[in-house]
């Protein structure tokens, strides 16, 4: 038995569950069931019931509810449907395009990475996204010390949960977690992660600080993220605010990048003879719909904006993928 609950039974927690899986099936079984049962409940359900006059789905999108300052979606939200489950990626085929028309996803890859080397100036991380190196493999060839060439695909994924991990405040407890490994042994990857990146250690100590002076961190453009529990007597508060500290102004600013993408890309539609619709915005992406015979012109004006409409000191990069629904244009 790992945990119980306040009165006694035994815990059926996401977390508990997953640790019982790697050895039991009946705990795999119970995980799938939910995931289907929300799916179903949330979207195959639900979507349908959602149409309007227009014969669309049409959801709410929300400037002032998350803390970040990215928008969120409602009724329905189009936001959390899985993208790595083949359930999930099924509900993203009914979202089609109308007939002669194709939808266009494009998103800003590794934003957030790319904001983090903006933020902490290391040298190295600059380096990496400059030379548009694939980073997660630098990152390898760093932590696990071997040549680019030689690095494995198990090394690349352990450097791509290091990456991301640390952009969210996770500590080698987490990571270990996460990677399945000892906790001595994620410690290591940490420790030599900050040995080679010292800007970003450098980064997160600053931020730290300076929220707890200020109460608030900001986001690239200045806009204020305020952070009330940083100085809560509480530790757990505390050390979440301060994990918030670190990530807050990397999703802040994403949201700030994409937003002024909108603004930019709305004019821009309100000005061209090309047939496309912006119809859809999911945190780092953008969903067109565009008539088949502008859609090379569209792709290319789409991805230009996105590109400059904010300036990082490292290069924003942005991949375009096309399709009849909207998994295809993934």
Partial sequence: MIKKTPKGQPSTAEPILQELAQEHELPRLIMEH???????????????????????IHTSYHQAITATGRLSSTDPNLQNIPIRSTEGR??????????GYKLVAADYSQVELRIMAHLSQDPGLLDAFTKDADVHKATAAEVFDVSLEDVTTEQRRRAKAINFGLIYGMSA???AKQLGIGRPEAGKYIKRYFERYPGVQQYMENTRESAKEKGYVETIYGRRLYLPDIKAKNAMMRQAAERTAINAPMQGSAADIIKRA????????????LDVKMIMQVH?????????KDLDAAQKKIVDIMQNSSQIDVPLL???GVGGNWDEAH
């Fill in 34 to 56: 939910r995931t289907l049962s929300k799916l179903k409940s949330t979207y195959t359900d639900k979507l349908p019931e959602m149409i309007q006059k227009t014969g669309r």
């Fill in 173 to 175: 407890f987490g990571l």
């Fill in 262 to 273: 909108m603004i930019n890309m709305h004019d821009w539609l309100a000005e061209t003879d």
């Fill in 284 to 292: 780092d992406e953008l969903i067109f719909e565009v008539a088949e």
């Fill in 318 to 320: 942005v991949e375009a």
């Fill in 90 to 99: 099924r509900i993203r085929q009914a979202f089609v395009a109308p007939k």
